[in-house]
């Protein structure tokens, strides 16, 4: 399929006409949220994520990802929106606020920590890190998660295939915090781009199932890290786990992890969370005791969850997601 739109029909929203598009995913997301009086974003916005759609189908990658959300509605309540949603549930929750729409104005973050060029914001995290580090419950409604309602137990998360990604569009220069997590779900279901915060000198990790040396990816920088950029951690078999930065995976030893003697999955319905992870096994969607650690204070622009993705599928993935930030503005980095 060409960039040209199929247009199957026209349909007045909100004012304008706009077109129904090629892809069930992008038209059942312009009528959730037209539905609920929410603000679509740009043409621009809406032929990219179209495009987007396009590429996913046209690589096999569609079927690996069970939740995408690219922060990219025409508010930020609106941005709680995923665009492929066959997990969780219709919206993310905003922290522990989300049971209806409205109740998304009321979780941490707000609008000013939103923009369509880098997503959602949590620089003020640090604000509240102790020892490097920064924990607290959703029921302070403070700091500032974003709750993706998809558990590790989802039916899709199986036979050791799964992957999470999210793309780090900004950094707090000025952040304390050391133990960060920036995709995360209870146990050791997280990646994590920096091990130790923001600093020069870093390693990427990616802890897939455990948080032990047989099952975790990490790749050390000696200089020159950024956090910035498109993570994507991947395990395919219970032999192999691998973390990715911008579509490829930096060689180490345990980068692909390869080792044999890999520890069983455990899977509960905890949620995964953006910008942190869970502690306690239980704390589904919207759960007001959550309580969560390695919370961090980046800018963060996407989120995927989904089946594990081979080095083929990530630098296709990466491209994919490239070719939508120069569509709609935003940095490639």
Not at 163 to 179: K, P, W
Not at 251 to 270: C, E, K, R, W, Y
Request: net charge positive.
């Amino acid at each position: 399929m060409s960039n040209i739109l199929k247009i199957q029909g026209a349909l007045k929203i909100q004012g304008r006409i706009n077109l129904l598009y090629s892809y069930p995913e992008i038209n059942a997301w312009i009528a959730a949220l037209t539905s609920r009086s929410l603000p679509l974003p740009s043409v621009t916005v809406l032929n990219a994520i179209d495009t987007l759609l396009a590429g996913l189908y046209q690589n096999n990658l569609r079927s690996k990802i069970f939740r995408l959300n690219l922060f990219c509605g025409g508010d930020y309540i609106s941005s709680f929106f995923p665009i492929i949603k066959d997990a969780g549930l219709t919206w993310d929750y905003n922290g522990s606020k989300g049971s209806t729409v409205s109740d998304l104005s009321n979780g941490p973050f707000q609008a000013a920590d939103w923009s369509i060029t880098t997503g959602f914001n949590a620089a003020n995290n640090a604000t509240y890190a102790t020892s490097g580090n920064v924990t607290g419950n959703t029921n302070t409604n403070t700091l500032k998660i974003i709750d993706t309602t998809v558990a590790s137990n989802y039916s899709g998360i199986n036979n050791y295939s799964v992957h999470l990604a999210a793309y780090i569009s900004g950094i707090n220069s000025g952040s304390t915090i050391n133990n960060i997590a920036d995709l995360g779900g209870y146990g050791s279901f997280d990646i994590q781009a920096g091990v130790s915060g923001n600093a020069t000198i870093n390693s990427i990790r990616s802890n897939i199932y455990a948080q032990v040396t047989q099952d975790t990816a990490t790749y050390s920088y000696s200089s020159g890290f950024t956090p910035q950029g498109f993570y994507v951690g991947s395990r395919t078999s219970n032999t192999s786990n691998t973390i990715y930065k911008n579509g490829s995976a930096p060689s180490a030893t345990n980068n692909p992890n390869t080792q044999t003697a890999v520890t069983a999955p455990i899977t509960n319905t905890a949620s995964f969370v953006a910008f942190g992870r869970t502690t306690s096994s239980n704390a589904g969607a919207g759960a007001a005791s959550k309580a969560i650690t390695n919370v961090t204070d980046r800018t963060m622009s996407m989120y995927s969850i989904g089946s594990g993705m081979i080095s083929t599928d990530v630098a296709i993935y990466n491209t994919l997601i490239k070719n939508f930030n120069t569509a709609i503005g935003r940095t490639n980095y």
